[in-house]
């Protein structure tokens, strides 16, 4: 149990040094950074397996730099260098030219680009609004549409007890029976 928790602890310490939380609180990631997490998960097997993992183990090729993914989902995701092409408002980043070519020299400038297979063309864009924010959106559309439905009913006969829409009130104030009460008193 107390293994667990080391390799649960490692495992998250690691993964929060290299989220994407990291791009938000402008913390530069390096290829170092990604090598000193590999370090430190190896050591935290290591405590846990002091005899060493088995040859044919997925986590002891993955630390090894060996492990096939031939004919597995996770072998899509992986590109080579030389298949790569790097994309940015929809144009190819050519590898010669610098990127302060395509944007400028402003040093704030924050811009995402993609990676993608050579000759797949340009990747799709980015959605404006998330899903969350798209269904936020949908339901304050809906809430405010069934409130419009409600007033707008209500509108329709409520006008008819009003003081304008009354068609003899001309004629009572020409008579000047406005102020006239018909009850006892």
Aim: glycine share 4%; aromatic share 6%; proline share 4%.
């Amino acid at each position: 149990d107390n293994m667990k928790e080391v390799l649960n602890k490692t495992v998250s310490e690691v993964k929060n040094s290299i989220s994407s939380k990291q791009v938000a609180a402008n913390v530069c990631i390096t290829e170092g950074d990604i090598e000193e997490g590999l370090r430190i998960l190896q050591g935290a097997v290591t405590i846990v397996y002091p005899m060493g993992l088995p040859p044919h183990d997925p986590i002891k090729l993955e630390f090894e730099n060996k492990e096939d993914l031939s004919g597995q989902q996770a072998s899509l995701k992986i590109l080579e260098k030389e298949s790569a092409q790097l994309w940015w408002a929809g144009k190819e980043l050519q590898k010669n030219k610098k990127l302060c070519d395509y944007i400028g020299k402003n040093e704030k400038t924050k811009i995402i680009a993609k990676l993608q297979k050579r000759g797949m063309g340009a990747p799709a864009r980015e959605p404006v609004f998330s899903e969350d924010e798209q269904k936020k959106m949908m339901s304050y559309a809906y809430r405010r549409q069934e409130e419009m439905k409600k007033l707008d009913e209500t509108n329709q006969e409520e006008y008819l007890n009003s003081d304008w829409a009354d068609p003899n009130a001309l004629k009572r104030n020409f008579h000047n029976l406005n102020s006239v009460s018909w009850r006892p008193r």
